[in-house]
Structure formats: structure tokens, C-alpha cells
């Protein structure tokens, strides 16, 4: 995948075409950078089955992304 750091333009089209996106590393703490990121993908739409939050430290994962594991696997 190419760096695509700094090109908006890049970003804005990954978002706009994605359908699930997925906050790995995912807090509840809101002074974590993966609580922001939640909050500002919540505040522009995504949400349900478009947005989980993976912990793998925890081993949690939202319960569409477990159904979704189950199904594919």
C-alpha cells in the first residue's frame, strides 16, 4: 500500500469507498488517540455493522465483527 500520509485527497477516497472500517487498538479512555478516532467516525455517520472496535489486548471484539468471524470462518 502506498504512503498516503498527508494526501487528503487519498484518505477521503479510502473513507468514501470503505463499507466496514474497523478502530484496531480501540480505548475506552477518552485521552487515547483510538477513542478520538471512534468518536469522530461515530459523529460523521458510521455506524452498526460499518464501524467496530477491535481490542486484541483484551480479546474484545464488537459483536458484528465476532458474527462476521463466525460466519466467514
Same mark, same amino acid.
Given at each position: 500500500?502506498?504512503?498516503?500520509?498527508?494526501?487528503?485527497?487519498?484518505?477521503?477516497?479510502?473513507?468514501?469507498?470503505?463499507?466496514?472500517?474497523? *478502530?484496531?487498538?480501540? =480505548?475506552?479512555?477518552? +485521552?487515547?488517540?483510538?477513542?478520538?478516532? %471512534?468518536?469522530?467516525?461515530?459523529?460523521?455517520?458510521?455506524?452498526?455493522?460499518?464501524?467496530?472496535? *477491535?481490542?486484541?489486548? =483484551?480479546?474484545?471484539? +464488537?459483536?458484528?465483527?465476532?458474527?462476521? %468471524?463466525?460466519?466467514?470462518?
Amino acid at each position: 500500500m502506498p504512503n498516503i500520509k498527508g494526501d487528503d485527497g487519498a484518505l477521503k477516497t479510502i473513507f468514501s469507498n470503505s463499507k466496514i472500517i474497523a *478502530v484496531v487498538g480501540h =480505548s475506552e479512555k477518552s +485521552s487515547r488517540a483510538s477513542y478520538q478516532v %471512534a468518536k469522530f467516525l461515530q459523529a460523521v455517520g458510521y455506524r452498526g455493522e460499518h464501524l467496530t472496535f *477491535v481490542t486484541p489486548k =483484551s480479546g474484545f471484539m +464488537s459483536s458484528y465483527f465476532e458474527s462476521l %468471524a463466525r460466519n466467514q470462518f
